[in-house]
T-cell receptor, first 110, second 112 residues
């Protein structure tokens, strides 16, 4: 019940395209859902986060869509750029500990 | 500069030789945490601490110990390392337990 599932495992997108990464959870106690971006050799860095009282949050080219009833949330990257090539992790927090998805490796082709 | 620092960044050791990975943050954060990152498994939480002298197990605590004697420091201790603890380790901190976490640069540990 603590698990967060994430798909796809890897994603290749052309420059200017839309990248979509999906996550799903079981534990209804989760109340904070961040997305992290990780470049090779670096620690993860927060990209955008959402709480379940809203269904969508947008920051620049990055949007989180949240479906509380389906227990699913997704990251949309609009106008994807080669500099967005990284590994993306979704996560969920229940007020105490964090559970991360296994990650999605995104490659944006120039 | 606000940051989380870890030392060492790279470590190669042998089975059974006790080691400590240090973690320090200068942001006065209450919440600190240790993760290990393995291919295909993402980040798995080892231990976390919600404040000084308060620590709790994460998802994969076996073989690890932590302590939180000061707010800024949260060392990870491997009393008797084994090869299955070869991994990339990250320390993270946040103001409170449900807030944005800031990650350190990582420590790559190899246990032979």
């Amino acid at each position: 019940q603590q698990q967060v599932k994430q798909s796809p495992q890897s994603l290749i997108v052309q420059k200017g395209g839309i990248s979509i990464i999906n996550c799903a959870y079981e534990n209804t106690a989760f109340d904070y859902f961040p997305w992290y971006q990780q470049f090779p050799g670096k620690g993860p860095a927060l990209l955008i986060a959402i709480r379940p009282d809203v269904s969508e949050k947008k920051e620049g080219r990055f949007t989180i869509s949240f479906n509380k009833s389906a227990k699913q949330f997704s990251l949309h990257i609009m106008d994807s750029q080669p500099g967005d090539s990284a590994t993306y992790f979704c996560a969920a927090n229940n007020g105490q500990n964090f559970v991360f998805g296994p990650g999605t490796r995104l490659s944006v082709l120039p | 500069e606000a940051q989380v620092t870890q030392n060492p960044r790279y470590l190669i050791t042998v089975t059974g030789k006790k080691l400590t990975v240090t973690c320090s943050q200068n942001m006065n954060h209450e919440y600190m945490s240790w993760y290990r990152q393995d291919p295909g498994l993402g980040l798995r939480q080892i231990y976390y601490s919600m404040n000084v002298e308060v620590t709790d197990k994460g998802d994969v605590p076996e073989g690890y110990k932590v302590s939180r004697k000061e707010k800024r420091n949260f060392p990870l201790i491997l009393e008797s390392p084994s090869p299955n603890q070869t991994s990339l380790y990250f320390c993270a901190s946040s103001f409170h337990r449900g807030d944005t976490q800031y990650f350190g640069p990582g420590t790559r540990l190899t246990v032979l």
